[in-house]
């Protein structure tokens, strides 16, 4: 019985280090973000009060007018390229937890399997009837769970591709 309590002692370990490589990798790309937003702040904010010492020195209602209008362009410009930014961090962030999902789902879920077989080897059932009807059991449990594997990294593919063609629709429209 220890060494079934030690098989899914390990599985749960696997399960909370992959959590907290989730956790890590979620934590890294919101620092990335808050770091690209603070910088897009503080150059909007230096290039603010530049505009307003500019505009206090124009007399000309012209020049007046061209400097606001260069200086709305350039503080469009500065907010999508952080747009950019942020969503090829988001793009790159979702390819990165779908690999690690697929990858997890795959090696945990062979885990788990191993672990029952482990677990129903060491049984003692002496009717061979009953020892089919488990094995036919994880074998239809390991075939669906294979095919729910396939199926979501698949969908978390379709996903990551699906961002990524958004973040290069909005570099090119930017060109």
């Not at 049984?123 to 239809?140: E, F, K, L, S, V």
């Amino acid at each position: 019985m220890s060494k079934q309590t030690e098989q899914f002692n390990e599985l749960q370990r696997k399960n909370i280090e992959a959590a907290m490589r989730l956790a890590e990798m979620s934590i890294e790309n919101s620092q990335r973000i808050m770091e690209l937003q603070i910088s897009t702040a503080k150059a909007l904010f230096e290039d603010g009060v530049n505009n307003a010492k500019a505009l206090s020195g124009v007399k000309d209602p012209q020049d007046m007018l061209r400097l606001r209008t260069e200086y709305a362009q350039a503080t469009t410009e500065r907010m999508l390229a952080c747009a950019r930014e942020i969503a090829e961090v988001a793009a790159q962030s979702q390819s990165e937890v779908g690999k690690m999902v697929s990858e997890s789902l795959t090696s945990g879920g062979q885990d788990v399997f191993e672990t029952f077989n482990k677990m129903f080897a060491g049984m003692p059932i002496t009717d061979q009837n009953a020892m089919g009807a488990i094995q036919t059991a994880m074998d239809t449990a390991r075939s669906a769970f294979e095919q729910m594997t396939k199926a979501s990294t698949d969908a978390m593919q379709a996903f990551t591709n699906m961002g990524a063609a958004a973040a290069k629709r909005t570099t090119t429209r930017r060109k």
